[in-house]
């Protein structure tokens, strides 16, 4: 069988609905908190797993809607293993136009 993934069916078909809200509310979150840790924005989804969160920044990083960055700390080292998200879009293009396919997941 497949895995379960919130934006497909127990079919396996793409739920538009929820892919749609799910890459809208972290394009919302990034938007409104540029450079965000991904555990922070992890935190913001309480009905989806860390897993589901990290699959979809992926996927919307590789389709230029995140742009994503391991940030100096203070100190001036590394957070290594720290992303940090930034939106790609401009503000006229925040609605996302990505079709599912496009996003690879």
């Known amino acids: 069988g497949l895995p379960f993934r919130p ?5 396996g078909q ?10 809208s509310k972290i394009l919302s979150v990034v938007f409104r908190n540029p450079g965000i840790r ?7 989804f309480d009905y989806f797993s860390e897993v589901h ?3 979809m920044l ?14 100096q700390s ?9 992303k940090h998200y930034f939106t790609a879009l401009l503000p006229h ?3 996302p136009q990505q079709q ?3 996003l690879g997941v």
């Open 7 to 11: 934006w497909l069916t127990f079919s």
């Open 14 to 23: 793409m739920n538009q609905g929820v892919l749609e809200y799910f890459t």
């Open 38 to 44: 991904e555990d922070s924005l992890s935190a913001q």
């Open 53 to 55: 969160v990290r699959e």
């Open 58 to 71: 992926l996927s919307m990083a590789a389709a230029g809607l995140l742009r994503v960055e391991e940030l």
């Open 74 to 82: 203070s100190d001036g080292g590394v957070n290594r293993g720290t």
């Open 93 to 95: 293009q925040f609605l």
């Open 100 to 102: 599912p396919s496009q």
